[in-house]
């Protein structure tokens, strides 16, 4: 832990820079198409550009990307995030060098030319691709490349969007897959550096200040939250189902999919032409929305104009993150509501529809509650945005399979699940599931007695044993023995008229349990060494055999798992639940039923 965290902490820094790096990437190029000047502000699209180059600038955008993915390499496509997860799941957390390279550039050219697109998903993959080079030109095994990895990730996003707690959830919620010290304190190291540089490069102010001084909610707004929620999450459902209808569209084009992005740069124009804030990161229309300032025209036009347009785009495959489009859409449906529900503080119902469609969409609620707070310094906005964020997940959770993340990969033939829960086999011991007091040889013993000890259930109870312990003349077990392989060299030993004995047919011992280690670390060992049984030695000594335990015996810790999540019961009768509410009569005796 303590090495990968060291390692990490450079990772953080180089993190930073690279989330740098790419922001004034994306101005220097906006300003040179939109502007034609060189500087690297981070200035949005205007209101006043001719209309070619409006409608011609995301398709020409478009047709580069699609030569950079299709001469570069296939993995700039998408907004950054699958790309990371499959890059853990499938790739050893190997990350092509070149990856590094293309990805931030195709995206400063698919967003500065006007691509509704954030830059947080291609920092993530950018930041990821530095973490996993590092890793790669050092000797570690993939668990901790991944963490690497993960590290330059949440690195990036903290950078982005001085957001360093919020970085770190994203981490475990998204891309981890685990809750542990050996990955989580690494992380937490690279967040912890990047935000640091950031703030030396960037400051350290909020993205999207709103005044929060005068929050005071009561009950009816807090419950009005969990519409504003409801309303979140269809939204989100919606968008969602919009990116993967536009996927499967570009997939029955005719030709090659190295043109499908200047296809969504022509949708991506078209919908400039009738809004063209929604084009661009669009951070200066998230701060309007989010502090109350937004006219209703732009929070019309940015709830239809740039979710159609980030859905559609996003389907061709070309290159550009999601959380921006996703804070812009959020912030703007929240405003949306605002204009009919009671007034809290100037943007308060926009941080709960940005907290709403992130949850929804990223099925993350907590990120989506941590990422508001922290983007706007609203900290007295907790509870109000926990109830909206969790709404909204709810709803994205009954209403579609899969996240707009998940879904890809799983189109890719991956399964992914974002349920995590104590695994079974690490809750019971070996003790609890062993076969206690089995049959136990000495490598002295002939075949026929061996077979005599092991065949007559009256004089030794077999309870399922099919492996036995054979110690040596002190009594510690350094070999076993199966029946097959017993009856089989008692019929050699017969046909051949040779004498033999246990220790003949005795194969070593790869592996001893003792009784209280986990189910978890017996099935590792089973693993590890392939082997379907091994013996079980006493606490106090290695020369005591006290069970055997199998393969099947840890399909017990599955079972009570799924009973427990299965079967439903009632543990207290209704007479005892009748007398407890003052009824008449004496309740009748009380089965509580421990079946598992």
Known sequence: MLLITGWALLVGGAGAVAA??????????????????????????????????????????????????????????????????????????????????????????????????????????????????????????????????VSGAAAGMAATFNSPLAAVLLAVELLLFEWRPRSFVPVVGAVAV?????????????????????????????????????????????ATWLVYRAEDA???????????????????????????????VGYDVIDQLL???????????????????????????????????????????????????????????????LAAVVGGVMRSPLTGVVFTLELTHAWAAGLPLLISSTAAYALSVLLLKRSVLTEKIARRGLHLTREYSTDPLETFFVEEVMVRDPVVLDRADTLDEALARTLRPGEQPDDGQRLFPVTDSGGAPYAVVSRRALLDATSRALNEGVPATVAD????????????????????????????EAPVVSRESVER??????????????????????????????????????????PGPMKINADC
């Open 20 to 149: 740098l790096a790419l922001l004034r990437l994306i101005g220097l190029v906006t300003n040179l198409v939109f502007y034609q000047r060189w500087q690297a502000s981070l200035d949005a699209p205007g209101l006043h550009h001719p209309w070619w180059l409006v409608l011609g600038a995301p398709v020409a955008g478009g047709l580069v990307i699609g030569l950079m993915a299709r001469y570069g390499s296939e993995k700039i496509r998408g907004h950054g995030m699958p790309e990371a997860i499959e890059a853990i799941l499938t790739g050893g957390s190997r990350v092509a060098p070149r990856v590094a390279v293309l990805k931030p550039v195709s995206a400063a050219i698919s967003i500065g030319t006007g691509g509704p697109f954030g830059a947080e998903g291609p920092i993530i993959m950018t930041g990821g691709a530095i973490g996993s080079i590092l890793a790669q030109a050092l000797r570690l095994t993939a668990d901790e490349r991944k963490t690497l990895l």
């Open 194 to 238: 990047s935000t640091v540089c950031r703030g030396l490069l960037m400051g350290t102010g909020p993205i999207f200040p709103v005044s929060a001084n005068n929050l005071h909610t009561s009950g009816g707004v807090d419950a009005l939250c969990v519409l504003a929620g409801a309303i979140g999450g269809a939204l989100a459902v919606a």
């Open 291 to 353: 502090t109350g300032r937004a006219t209703v025209p732009l929070i019309v036009g940015i709830l239809v104009v740039k979710t159609l347009i980030w859905s559609l785009s996003l389907g061709s495959g070309t290159s550009g993150g999601v959380l921006a489009p996703v804070f812009m859409i959020g912030g703007a449906v929240g405003a949306a509501e605002g204009l009919v529900l009671p007034h809290v503080v100037p943007g308060f119902w926009a941080m709960m529809g």
């Open 545 to 586: 055999v006290v069970g055997t335990i199998a393969l099947p015996h840890l399909l017990h810790a599955r079972l009570h798992d799924l009973t427990e999540e299965h079967h439903r019961q009632r543990l207290l009768p209704r007479q005892a639940l009748a007398a407890a509410d003052g009824g008449q009569g004496e």
């Open 250 to 280: 570009f997939a029955r084009l005719p030709f090659h999919w190295m043109w499908w992005p200047a296809i969504g740069g022509a949708v991506i124009g078209l919908g400039g032409l009738i809004e063209p804030r929604a084009l661009g």
């Open 505 to 532: 047919v005795a194969v070593p011992v790869p592996v001893v349990l003792r009784p209280d280690d986990t189910l978890r670390r017996a099935a590792y060992l089973f693993a590890e060494h392939g082997i379907t």
